[in-house]
């Protein structure tokens, strides 16, 4: 059985970094088609953030595009999101997920939660 584990939220100020990495167990990162972000702030639905298939290509969201940037290392079975210029309502659970191939259902780790605020 797959599962994903997320790591690297925390707080941080409006402006500044964080980057959020995803680990599989079960079955190695490179088998699936796709890999992705999500998130979901109190209140509101899960949405997807960013996403990155087996053969590199990306997706994002346009809330954040041109400040996040998705990618998958098949070597070290990881997969990360780099955030940048983070902006308060950035704040949410992130959650990593997988897709063997493009019509199954993502598979979704635990979350990680990333605080923006000063």
């Known amino acids: 059985q797959v599962q994903l584990v997320e790591s690297g939220g925390g707080v941080v100020q409006p402006g500044g970094s964080l980057r959020l990495s995803c680990t599989t167990s079960?079955?190695?990162?490179?088998?699936?088609?796709?890999l992705g972000w999500g998130r979901q702030a109190p209140g509101n639905q899960r949405e997807s953030v960013a996403s990155?298939?087996?053969?590199?290509?990306?997706n994002y969201a346009d809330s954040v595009k041109a400040r996040f940037t998705i990618s998958r290392n098949n070597a070290k079975n990881t997969m990360d999101l780099q955030m940048n210029g983070l902006k308060p309502e950035d704040t949410a659970v992130y959650y990593c997920?997988?897709?063997?191939?493009?019509?199954?259902?993502?598979?979704w780790g635990q979350g990680t939660q990333v605080t923006v605020s000063s």
């Open positions: 997920y997988s897709r063997s191939i493009l019509t199954a259902p993502p598979t």
């Open positions: 079960g079955r190695p990162l490179r088998d699936f088609y796709e």
């Open positions: 990155i298939t087996r053969n590199g290509r990306t």
